[in-house]
């Protein structure tokens, strides 16, 4: 059993108001939330550091289950109405802490917006306090932890709040928000680029919504519905013990970005060479162009950019090919429920030798992979396909028929030039013949079983 979560962007339209965007005002009003709300943020993490002995409280708390009563950190809803107690005044409870009478500073204040702002200081300021104790219980002299700052935390972007599912209304291509318009609070609807793909996967079935996220960027806003799901997934040691077990491994590449082999009960049952449809080629070109200029300007100058739209341009491809790619892995996995999808661990290795273009090329080849990685892994698992990560040692050095010590070659012409680049494999052995990609991914599942000699295998305990 296991978590994932994840987020659908609506773009909020912030073009000219003559092609359909929000006028100049709407913009200032998230502006002018996002501020508000971070001075809110500012009051509430300056209330519960000076009351830090609250906000570490142990208290009792009685199992529903066992009947046992254990002693445990006071729970944020507690906190959320203990600091509401003295902060905010009510019919009943008309005077609050004089000093700290959020009422009087913030009237008017939404109830759902405060209630976030103070959820999201608990978290924050606790995490300070911990840390705080252990840096003085390590006698350490350096390192004293920060006092956070209600606007630059680093999971929160500056101007990023939350909002209560009920507080957001989906009308066609209109969002309906309450933001600050500077001396009052008020509804305002939002033109969106709202699309049917949106809506799609907010509908879909066995996703849970979570709060969405008004997030802030310099010219654009958006806002992030994140949803959740639990997987049911089999552990590993105990899909390992299956004899049915499908195994699906990748091995990553640069030209043939991925090469999936499928096997069960020893043999190889499918496989799938996914192409780089010329993205390498295509990247080089652009990254020499890159080079060439930077080498016309001379020595780049501290925080200036350079070569902006291209580096964009080269980001999106490989983003798009790392999704696709990602795709085409996860495809393979769906056919075979209850599989185990195999990963070799990535090696980092510095691009070195060659031009400057070519230099640069390799560390986006590698970042690719890195990405495809990582995707498909989060992909596969919204699946409830589970992904290990294997010993990379020796898959494209040994034949996966035999496991003696290969070597690598290529045809020109009709030749045969061996070679460390060659992109076929030859067993000297058993004269196994193949693409060393495939002998490579065919490895992976040895390297999974620790089938052959050259694995590292689990020395005998005891
Ligand atoms: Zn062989």
Not at 28 to 42: C, F, N, W
Request: charged share 25%; with cysteine.
């Amino acid at each position: 059993m296991g978590q994932t979560a994840r987020t659908t962007k609506l773009l909020l339209d912030l073009s000219a108001r003559e092609q359909g965007g929000a006028n100049a005002g709407k913009r200032s009003h998230l502006e002018a939330t996002a501020k508000i709300l971070d001075v809110a943020r500012q009051f509430y993490l300056d209330f519960f550091l000076a009351h830090p002995e609250k906000l570490m409280e142990r208290v009792e708390v009685l199992s529903k289950t066992t009947g046992e009563v254990s002693e445990r950190l006071i729970s944020a809803d507690k906190l959320l109405t203990w600091a509401e107690f003295h902060t905010v005044a009510t019919t009943e409870h008309p005077d609050p802490l004089p000093q700290w009478n959020f009422s009087q500073a913030f009237p008017d204040f939404p109830n759902r917006y405060r209630r976030s702002v103070i959820k999201d200081v608990i978290g924050k300021a606790r995490g300070y306090l911990t840390t705080l104790w252990k840096w003085q219980h390590s006698g350490k002299k350096q390192g004293k932890p920060g006092i956070p700052t209600a606007s630059n935390h680093p999971t929160l972007y500056a101007g990023t709040y939350t909002l209560d599912l009920d507080e957001v209304d989906l009308r066609k291509s209109f969002v309906r928000l309450k933001v600050y318009t500077g001396s009052t609070w008020a509804w305002v609807q939002y033109p969106t680029r709202y699309n049917r793909y949106f809506e799609q996967r907010r509908a879909e079935a066995g996703w849970e919504q979570e709060s969405p996220q008004l997030v802030l960027g310099k010219r654009s806003a958006a806002i992030h519905f994140v949803q959740s799901k639990t997987i049911k997934a089999r552990k590993i040691v105990e899909s390992k013990r299956d004899p049915d077990l499908v195994t699906v491994a990748v091995d990553l590449n640069v030209k043939q970005l991925a090469v999936i082999t499928v096997r069960q009960h020893g043999t190889i049952i499918q496989t799938r060479f996914v192409s780089d449809r010329g993205l390498d080629q295509h990247r080089y070109r652009h990254l020499r162009r890159v080079a060439k200029k930077q080498w016309q300007s001379g020595k780049p100058v501290k925080g200036e950019r350079s070569n902006r739209q291209l580096w964009a341009h080269v980001r999106r491809h490989n983003l798009d090919t790392a999704h696709k790619t990602a795709r085409a892995i996860v495809e393979v996995c769906e056919q075979y429920p209850g599989c185990v999808l195999l990963f070799e661990r990535l090696r980092t290795i510095k691009p070195k030798g060659g031009s400057k273009s070519r230099r640069l090329n390799r560390k986006q080849a590698n970042q690719l992979k890195g990405k495809i990685n990582q995707l498909a892994k989060e992909k596969a698992y919204v699946k409830g396909v589970v992904s290990v990560e294997v010993n990379p040692h020796g898959t494209s050095q040994y034949c996966s028929r035999c496991g003696a010590k290969g070597m690598r070659f290529s045809l020109v012409a009709g030749q045969r030039v061996t070679g460390r680049g060659g992109k076929l494999f030859c067993c000297p052995v058993c004269h196994y013949e193949c693409h060393a990609d495939f002998n490579a991914s065919c490895n992976v599942h040895h390297s999974f079983f620790r089938e052959f000699h050259w694995q590292p295998r689990k020395k005998p305990s005891g």
